[in-house]
C-alpha cells in the first residue's frame, strides 16, 4: 500500500515567518495532491502536482514535486494566523484516482 | 452548487445500532469516495465508486456498505455499528480519473 510520511508532525511559527512542510513517498506517485483542514472541518483542496519538477503557487503558498516524484514540500511565505490548521497530502500511488493519505502536519500560527 | 453534502453532521450510536450516513454532490461528478479520519491519522478510503451502479472495496471496508444507484447520491451503511467505527467520516467526489477530489464537511459519529 502507498506509504506517506509527512513531517515535521507539528510546527508552531511566529506571525510573518515562513515555514516548510514535507511529504514523502516510499513509491514513485501518479499524482500528489495538497489539503488543508481546520478542526471539525472538512478537507479544501489547495494543489495538485502530477509532474516531476512541477511547482506551483497560490497567494503566499508554494508547492513543489521533485524530479523523482516521491517527495513534496509545501513552503508558507509570511505566515498569517489563517495558515494555521492541518495540512494533509493525498497521493495517487498506483494511477487509479483512488488516495492515501499521510496523517497530516499540524500548523501553528502565533500573532 | 453546493458542492459535496454530507448528513447528519453528528450522530451517537449504540453498538449494534444500524444507520446511513448520506453523501449527495451536484456537481455531476462520476467518481464518489467514502473515508474515515481517526485522530491523529490521514484518511483511510472505505469504498468507492466510478459511477452509479458501480462500487468497489478500499482500505478499510468491513462493517460498511454502499450503494450507487444515481450519480448524485452516495450513502454509506453502517450495520452493526462499533466502538472501532467511532471517527469522523467524508465524502469526496470527483469528475474524471486523475482529477481533483472535493470533499464534504464530514460527519462526526460516536458509537457507544
Known amino acids: 500500500s502507498q506509504e506517506l510520511e509527512q513531517s515535521p508532525q507539528s510546527l508552531i511559527v511566529q506571525e510573518g515567518k515562513n515555514l516548510t512542510i514535507n511529504c514523502t513517498s516510499s513509491k514513485t506517485l501518479y499524482g500528489l495532491y495538497w489539503y488543508k483542514q481546520k478542526y471539525g472541518e472538512g478537507l479544501i483542496f489547495l494543489m495538485m502536482l502530477q509532474k516531476g519538477g512541477e511547482e506551483k503557487s497560490h497567494e503566499k503558498i508554494t508547492a513543489k514535486l521533485d524530479e523523482k516524484k516521491q517527495q513534496s514540500s509545501l513552503h508558507i511565505t509570511a505566515s498569517q494566523p489563517s495558515h494555521a490548521g492541518i495540512y494533509l497530502c493525498g497521493a495517487d500511488g498506483r494511477g487509479n484516482n483512488r488516495l492515501a493519505f499521510g496523517k497530516g502536519n499540524q500548523v501553528v500560527v502565533i500573532p | 452548487n453546493a458542492g459535496v453534502t454530507q448528513t447528519p453532521k453528528f450522530r451517537i450510536l449504540k453498538i449494534g445500532q444500524s444507520m446511513t450516513l448520506q453523501c449527495a454532490q451536484d456537481?455531476?461528478?462520476?467518481?464518489m469516495y467514502w473515508y474515515r479520519q481517526d485522530p491523529g491519522m490521514g484518511l483511510k478510503l472505505i469504498y468507492y465508486s466510478v459511477g452509479a451502479g458501480i462500487t468497489d472495496k478500499g482500505e478499510v471496508p468491513n462493517g460498511y456498505n454502499v450503494s450507487r444507484s444515481t450519480t448524485e447520491d452516495f450513502p454509506l451503511r453502517l450495520e452493526l455499528a462499533a466502538p472501532s467505527q467511532t471517527s469522523v467520516y467524508f465524502c469526496?467526489?470527483?469528475?474524471?480519473?486523475?482529477?481533483?477530489?472535493?470533499f464534504g464537511p464530514g460527519t462526526r459519529l460516536t458509537v457507544l
Open positions: 469526496a467526489s470527483s469528475h474524471l480519473f486523475g482529477d481533483t477530489q472535493y
Open positions: 456537481m455531476n461528478h462520476n467518481y
